[in-house]
């Protein structure tokens, strides 16, 4: 499975962005799918996962009110609607794939990656 993430960019402080992410096949239909973050000297971070069917949600603790995740299945998509952001969202962002059909925030439950997305905020 091959990941293409897009959608992002500059922004100032307060700002939104929404983030994309395509499978390049049907197998993610069947599979969680989530956002992981990675701002420089930092180690990798979970953003927000979803189950499958979009029926379970999680986010990571300084996300909760500001991003919300949701998929389409008919198009192999994830998206990540990023509102009220700050400099510390700042990083490099990357969806991936799970294991399962619920594969919650450890990164080594999740099989596929894709390149990743910068996303730039500015105070």
């Known amino acids: 499975v091959q990941l293409q993430a897009y959608g992002g960019g500059l922004v100032q402080a307060g700002g939104s962005l929404r983030l994309s992410c395509t499978a390049s096949r049907r197998t993610s239909s069947n599979n969680a799918m989530a956002w992981f973050r990675q701002a420089p000297g930092k180690e990798r971070e979970f953003v927000a996962g979803i189950s499958w069917n979009g029926g379970n949600t999680q986010y990571g603790d300084s996300v909760k009110g500001r991003f919300t995740v949701s998929r389409d299945n008919a198009r192999n998509t994830v998206h990540l609607q990023m509102n009220s952001l700050n400099t510390e969202d700042t990083a490099v962002y990357y969806c991936?794939?799970?294991?399962?059909?619920?594969?919650?925030?450890?990164?080594?439950?999740?099989?596929?990656w894709g390149q990743g997305t910068l996303v730039t905020v500015s105070s």
């Open positions: 991936a794939v799970g294991r399962g059909a619920v594969s919650g925030a450890r990164a080594a439950n999740y099989a596929y």
